[in-house]
């Protein structure tokens, strides 16, 4: 089944909480993974001996797309990280009364995309409170797709 990293970004705990149950589901279908905190990652070669990376990041700001915080060092070197043909998911949680709803969801999605990674077009924008369900469920639709 391969190894996989989940990296995130969470400032009140939601995208973390979901990037564990995303981690153990995965766990649960067999794949070796790594739960990595975004504000403790070295970039340089990030990607480095994973078959799926899978990045959540919760949205701020108000008029324009602010990344969470810890995970913007890790956005602007991204092109470091070696994700060159690598299968990629993204999620992350987020509030639809904000204009740009999970809108750090797409930015990552398409800069790694842009860096020739193979993104998994099943982007999980979670509005509100995380559902464990929901996560659980994602992570083996995304697995399903990366086989
Ligand atoms: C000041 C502020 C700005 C926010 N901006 C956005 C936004 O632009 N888009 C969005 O989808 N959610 C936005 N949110 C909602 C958060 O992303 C949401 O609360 C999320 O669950 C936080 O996840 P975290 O605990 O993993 O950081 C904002 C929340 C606050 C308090």
Redesign the pocket.
Known sequence: MGKALVV???????????AEVVAKTLEGEGMVVDLQNAAAVNVAGLATGYDLVVF???????DE??L?EDFVPLFDNLDQAGLTGKRVAVF?????????????VDAIAEKAMALGAKVIDLPL??????DAAEAQSWAKDVLRSAA
């Open positions: 995130f970004g969470s400032t009140t705990g939601n995208t973390e909480s979901v959540g990041c919760s949205t701020w700001g108000d797309i602010e969470q992350g949680c987020g509030d639809s009364s904000y204009t740009h709803f999970c809108g750090a924008k979670i509005d509100g409170s995380p």
